[in-house]
């Protein structure tokens, strides 16, 4: 079964740094698409930070300081978050998706982990 497990997350001050990491378990399946997405103190939910063959995408509040990146021999993504801000602090969660063989997409949640940036 496939599980997706993060890590790295933590208390950080403002302009401080981490890094995320989301590991995939329990199969061998490959994922096209493999991202992050936050969930806030406001509980709202946002999308992060996505990459596949194409390229990398960025909200626009994460732009030029956050590098998503992966490693597909290890199936695994990670998020490289620089500058924090207090107002990145929420969980964030890995995602991943796949076109399967008949042309379906599917896809997979972490739990999160959480990210705090202080004053």
């Known amino acids: 079964q496939v599980q997706l497990v993060e890590s790295g997350g933590g208390l950080v001050q403002a302009g401080g740094s981490l890094r995320l990491s989301c590991e995939v378990s329990?199969?061998?399946?490959?994922?096209?698409?493999m991202g992050w997405f936050r969930r806030t103190p406001k509980q709202s939910r946002e999308l992060v930070a996505t990459?596949?063959?194409?390229?990398?995408k960025y909200a626009d509040s994460v732009k030029g300081r956050f590098t998503i990146s992966r490693d597909n021999a290890k199936n695994a993504v990670y998020l490289q978050m620089d500058s924090l801000k207090p107002e990145d602090t929420a969980v964030y969660l890995c995602?991943?998706?796949?076109?399967?063989?008949?042309?379906?997409?599917?896809?997979?949640w972490g739990q999160g982990t959480q990210v705090t940036v202080s004053s």
């Open positions: 990459i596949n063959s194409a390229g990398t």
């Open positions: 995602n991943v998706e796949r076109t399967n063989w008949a042309g379906v997409a599917e896809d997979y």
């Open positions: 329990g199969s061998t399946v490959r994922f096209n698409t």
